[in-house]
């Protein structure tokens, strides 16, 4: 018996493996052609920009100014045309309110084909959960973002913020300009850990926290990076390559602060005590709620879906408010007449007092008038995916069939002339009650729309508020015009070019 199965030589055996592989590649290939057929056939109906043999659009889609090429595509081809991603991927993309309420208005999945790239870090939390988990999870979370939880933040955002800002004297005494991307990135993570965990990378210190701090940075850099680069689009292939590994290594890192920060808190509420001063501390954190959510048939959360929902929010949550808070600083710098407008606003609601206080949040109309406009330029996050889980039929009678593909191009739907007259000017009464009134619902979705729109939405326009608020009471804010910033769409809407803006500091009694 032996000595038949050593008989099998390793060159018989590496020929096997080698048979093995080419069929199983042969199996994939018809496999990928057989669904690319679906897809082209799908989008039949719908004409669109020419497209390269092998590429397809991905190569305008990775050049500079690319979101602005779907402007014009967006132009010639009313309501969708198909975009694909390399020959095997295509989407149709959409920019037209009607088109966006037939798809989104109903909980179809993400596109797997993008969000996968997600789940080695975030895993299946509620980004890109699907189905009745999706809607236990949602259901578990939503009380996390209740107003009354949300309250207390405003003191945490405040905190952050005067680091930022303290920062920003220092350097702005050189008088040079300099890029402000970085600082607030770090400000809004930041503010995120304090949320989250209780606890940021400047309060206790902790070692612990700052390489937390730092993976974050790196997994949120690799994504990016990989997204756009179609060479590290397969799995198998990308974990092998040193830009993997160093992912691997950073997702490793990210896992086991969030274990065992998990663990931690479990530990602490076994204990009475704790549990009394958790009780009276000024906040609650996301963790707190995590740990505390049950549903109605006493389910709770595990600790793997536990953290996917902490890496989850940590991943969403701070590179999207660091776009949306970059991008209106430009804007403002770039129209001095809103600037100053924002500016006296927020100097007569803070009157005397020191900080703002959550009540002062609503009474911002104007600043969330420039903030909404700014959104509607420079949206943070650019486009969103869905896979159709039924067909739909549009308004003007065209259908897909399950199973097709949809990227839904926000950038595009607010620039669309038809919705937005002079959709280049920033005119920020878009947005006073009455002009948006009549507005069709999907007119405008920086937090997309529908049941999967944006948990964080009411968070995150808070934190906006006051962080730019206090940005404006600090700070003239001008464009350093041999520096001026150029979108480039990665995860969120990013600058290839960073934030390089020249900032005066306003002297005493402006709300330092
Ligand atoms: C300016 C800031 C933000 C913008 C523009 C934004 C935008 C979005 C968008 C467009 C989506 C839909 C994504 C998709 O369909 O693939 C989304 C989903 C989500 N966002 Fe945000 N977001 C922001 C801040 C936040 C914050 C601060 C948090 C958490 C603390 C957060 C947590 C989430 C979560 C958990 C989802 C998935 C919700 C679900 O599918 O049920 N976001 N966000
Ligand atoms: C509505 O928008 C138009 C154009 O932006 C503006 O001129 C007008 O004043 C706005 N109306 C209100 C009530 O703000």
Redesign the pocket.
């Given at each position: 018996m032996v000595p038949s199965f050593l008989s099998l030589s390793f060159s018989s055996l590496g020929l096997r493996a080698s048979g093995l592989i080419l069929v199983l590649g042969f199996l994939k290939l018809i496999r990928l052609l057989l669904r690319r057929q679906m897809l082209a056939k799908a989008m039949d109906n719908f004409p669109g920009p020419p497209t390269h043999w092998l590429f397809g659009h991905a190569l305008e889609i990775q050049e500079t100014g690319s979101l602005d090429k779907v402007v014009s595509w967006a132009h010639q081809f009313p309501y969708a045309h198909p975009l694909w991603f390399g020959q095997f991927i295509g989407f149709l993309n959409i920019y037209e309110p009607d088109y966006a309420q037939a798809v989104y208005s109903r909980g179809d999945p993400?596109a797997p084909d993008v969000y996968d790239f997600f789940l080695q870090w975030i895993g299946r939390?509620?980004?890109v959960l699907e189905g009745p988990k999706?809607l236990q999870h949602?259901k578990l979370l939503t009380p996390g973002f209740h107003y009354d939880v949300l309250k207390p933040y405003v003191a945490v955002f405040t905190e952050s913020t005067r680091i930022m800002l303290d920062k920003w004297e220092e350097k702005a005494r050189e008088g040079k300009s300099f890029d402000i991307f970085c600082d607030v990135g770090h400000m809004a993570l930041n503010t995120?850990m304090k949320c989250t965990f209780g606890r940021g990378d400047t309060g206790l210190g902790h070692s612990r926290d700052s390489s937390y701090y730092l993976a974050v940075s790196d997994l949120t850099l690799l994504m990016q990076q990989r997204l756009v680069s179609f060479q590290y689009h397969n799995d198998f292939i990308y974990w092998l390559t040193p830009h993997g590994r160093r992912f691997l290594r950073a997702c490793q890192v990210a896992h086991d602060h969030t274990d065992q920060v998990i663990r931690e808190r479990k530990a602490a509420l076994q204990d009475e005590k704790v549990q009394k001063k958790i009780q009276n501390r000024r906040h609650l954190d996301f963790l707190d709620i995590l740990l505390g959510a049950w549903d109605e048939d006493d389910i709770k959360l595990s600790d793997a879906d536990l953290r996917a929902e902490v890496d989850?929010?940590m991943f969403?949550?701070h590179d999207?408010?660091t776009s949306?808070i970059s991008w209106f600083l430009y804007c403002m710098a770039l129209y001095p007449e809103h600037q100053h407008r924002c500016r006296e606003e927020v100097r007569e609601i803070l009157g005397d007092q020191d900080s703002f206080q959550w009540d002062d949040l609503g009474k911002m109309t104007y600043l969330t008038m420039c903030i909404k406009e700014s959104?509607r330029l420079y949206?943070?996050?650019p486009q969103?995916?869905r896979q159709l889980s039924k067909p739909v039929t549009f308004v003007d009678g065209r259908s897909l069939p399950a199973g097709s593909l949809i990227s839904m191009h926000i950038y595009a739907l607010h620039r669309n002339s038809a919705v937005w007259p002079d959709p280049e000017v920033f005119d920020p009464l878009r947005f006073s009650t009455e002009n948006a009134s009549k507005r069709h619902p999907f007119a405008f979705m920086?937090?997309?729309a529908g049941p999967?729109?944006?948990?964080?939405?009411q968070?995150?326009m808070s934190?906006?508020k006051v962080v730019t608020a206090m940005c404006l009471l600090r700070f003239e804010f001008s464009l350093d015009p041999s520096r001026l910033p150029i979108k480039m769409p990665q995860l969120v809407l990013c600058s290839k070019n960073g934030f390089h803006l020249h900032l005066k500091p306003l002297g005493p009694g402006s709300g330092k």
């Open positions: 993400k939390g509620l980004l999706w949602r995120l989850t929010f969403e949550g999207t408010t949306g959104f949206p943070p996050v969103v995916y920086p937090f997309s999967r729109n944006c948990i964080g939405q968070f995150a934190e906006m």
